[in-house]
């Protein structure tokens, strides 16, 4: 999903009225978001913080300085190792490395659901769905196929 389609996702789940216009910069098409009230907004983490404190939903960045850390650390890991990677082995080691990170938590800050949660789903949604198309490739009927392949 581009950043623009997932921003424009963001801001409808936030509640926000549409008006946002995005663009995108360079090779790897990082968007920008011109603001009404000065500078211009670059980055899909930047803008996505902007758009919460824009809603007045600033919860969803952390409400303890740890929280906070921990929203932006896997912000950046959104942007450093789900961005741009897309070989089955990346793939694999990914969702192998959140499998075992949510194993003891409920979101990724553990019990409060963040903004990390919403970019972190959005940034993933292309791998499950072609994991799923994968698995329905090879037998329709059987749920043993996920396993089988991402062992």
């Known amino acids: 999903m581009a950043a623009a389609a997932e921003l424009t ?12 216009k995005y663009s995108a910069q360079g090779e790897r098409q990082i968007p920008v978001l011109q603001t009404n009230n000065g500078p211009s907004l670059t980055g899909l ?5 902007h758009l919460v404190k ?4 600033e919860y969803l960045l952390g409400s303890t300085a740890e929280e ?4 932006q650390q896997w912000l950046e890991y959104r942007v450093t190792r789900v961005d741009g990677h897309s070989s089955k082995d990346d793939i ?3 969702l192998k490395d959140l499998n075992s990170y ?3 938590k409920v ?8 903004l990390a949660d919403i970019l972190l789903y959005y940034g993933l949604h292309r791998f499950i769905v072609s994991i799923q198309i994968v698995i329905g490739s090879f037998c329709s009927q059987c749920s043993e196929c996920l396993f089988f392949h991402l062992s």
């Open 9 to 20: 996702l963001l801001e409808k789940s936030l509640g926000l009225s549409k008006g946002n």
């Open 45 to 49: 983490t930047t803008i996505a913080a």
């Open 54 to 57: 824009q809603a007045n939903k």
């Open 68 to 71: 906070k850390a921990v929203v």
């Open 92 to 94: 694999h080691t990914i």
């Open 102 to 104: 949510l194993e003891d």
């Open 107 to 114: 979101y990724l800050t553990g019990y409060n659901f963040t």
